[in-house]
């Protein structure tokens, strides 16, 4: 008996490897190690064989700035009570996909640099285009504060270079994103020798990334060849994050599970409920930008508490589990998303985001979206209207953008990653700054 049984081990055994053998004598793997297609048989990258080419990169570059974060599941929505009773972040369980994320909040010093490109090539022909980006340095007036030295100064002198930029409404902020893509693609590819330099880009024929693809900006030739995004060279666009990857990466629950079940609800982007440190040789200090209470912004003279009257350095404080620094005070931050107010339906429960020209008003929480509504009652089709009236029974519009997080002008309820905000989306503050993500492309680990 026993040797019937190892005999069928052991035939078992010959089996799966018999398996294994064909698999990788026949499989797709091998045949694209030996640089020919599994499919037709014909040779990759090889010009007498029709010259089809297959790149050999594997995996994303990570761009300039960018931190990987990786996706996962997590309970989106408040962890403390709310205190405004504004009941628009009910507690619900998404899954976020991995991504790429700004360490830091976007600089006074990388706008400037955004300014100096558009000057250089728009300056001449379309001053206006700068005057469109340029932020709004009055968001600093105060009527009865004596600010006007952020307002002359804030912005561009090199003392502030390391802040972050506000006054930059969501337009801008978006508009950035795009130019810091097209720049990025730019010097990669100028990297990779199919482009060289061109100074002598001008308003009417400059490198944008899809421009480039489209054959509409041929530039100065590197290496005589033109890259595709089959080559792997070309990064997706930076953006805005949505409201779900803003949170998830806000709250870094790096290992803050076991198995699937999250143990822990963090309020703040740090492993305590306070606002404190709990650090060794550090136990007391403040662990963010904020007002402490009514006419507290920075301490006491000889012993500050966060040291900042106003916005702190973008790399002040201690950085999350994930490295991303300042994603409780300092500034809020613009992130993708239409603001609506949230109920347990709303959202989808994989990379939620309400933001898609089409569907912004889907499930809005409008009559519309209930079942009771009869559209051929004329009565209901008012009501609906009435909902969102803008002006009249409500502010929140289509234009209506979330900003999230705290700044150095709120409370300590504002540091919860949880609580959501809004503001028409071509008004700024000075309380108001932004970090941009990107797409992670292939693997699903964010490394």
């Keep these: 008996m026993r040797n019937k049984l190892r005999f069928g081990a052991i035939l078992a055994i010959l089996g799966c490897s018999i398996v294994l053998v064909s698999c990788g004598s026949f499989g797709g793997n091998k045949s694209k190690k030996s640089g020919k297609s599994s499919t037709t048989g014909w040779n990759y990258n090889d010009p007498n064989f029709g010259g089809f080419t297959v790149s050999s990169v594997k995996e994303q570059k990570v761009g300039p700035g960018l931190v990987a974060i990786e996706g996962g599941t997590f309970t989106m929505g408040a962890t403390q009570e709310n205190v405004y ?9 998404v899954t976020v996909s991995s991504f790429f994320m700004d360490q830091t909040e976007v600089s006074n010093t990388d706008y400037l640099e955004y300014i100096y490109w558009l000057n250089r090539i728009y300056g001449s022909e379309y001053p206006e285009m700068i005057e469109r980006a340029l932020p709004d340095t009055l968001v600093w007036r105060n009527s009865m504060s004596y600010n006007e030295p952020m307002v002359e100064i804030y912005f561009r002198h090199p003392a502030y270079g390391d802040y972050p930029v506000v006054g930059v409404s969501w337009l801008q902020a978006n508009d950035y994103a795009l130019w810091r893509s097209d720049r990025v693609n730019e010097m990669l590819l100028i990297e990779a020798g199919v482009l060289k330099f061109d100074d002598n880009q001008n308003a009417e024929n400059h490198f944008t990334t899809d421009g480039y693809l489209a054959g509409t900006y041929t530039g100065v030739s590197g290496n005589g060849q033109r890259a595709k995004m089959e080559d792997g060279i070309i ?101 993708l998303d239409v603001y609506r107010p949230l ?37 209901d089709q008012d009501y609906t209207k009435q909902m ?34 809004y503001l028409d989306e071509n008004q700024s503050s000075s309380t108001i700054g932004f970090r941009c993500a990107m797409n992670k492309i292939g693997t699903t680990y964010g490394k």
């Design 388 to 421: 969102y009236d803008y002006g009249k029974t409500t502010l929140i519009s289509d234009h209506s953008r979330v900003y999230k997080g705290g700044s150095w002008a709120d409370g300590p309820y504002y540091l919860s990653p949880s609580t959501r905000r």
């Design 85 to 93: 009773y504004e009941w628009d972040n009910t507690p619900r369980q």
């Design 343 to 379: 109920s347990f339906e709303d959202f989808a429960d994989q990379n939620p985001y309400r933001g898609d020209s089409e569907n912004i008003n889907y499930r809005d929480g409008d009559y519309m979206s209930t079942i009771q509504n009869d559209w051929n009652n004329k009565e």
């Design 235 to 335: 990064l997706p666009k930076y953006r805005l994050p949505t409201e779900a990857e803003w949170e998830y990466a806000a709250l870094g629950l790096v290992g803050n599970t076991e198995g699937e079940r999250i143990t822990q609800r963090k309020v703040y982007p740090w492993n305590s409920d306070g606002v404190r440190s709990q650090e060794k040789n550090y136990t007391g200090s403040y662990m963010a930008n904020f007002k402490r209470g009514s006419g507290d912004y920075m301490g006491v003279a000889g012993s500050l508490n966060d040291g900042a009257t106003f916005p702190a350095p973008v790399t002040a404080y201690w950085p999350n589990d994930y490295g991303l620094y300042n994603m409780a005070g300092n500034v809020a931050e613009w992130v």
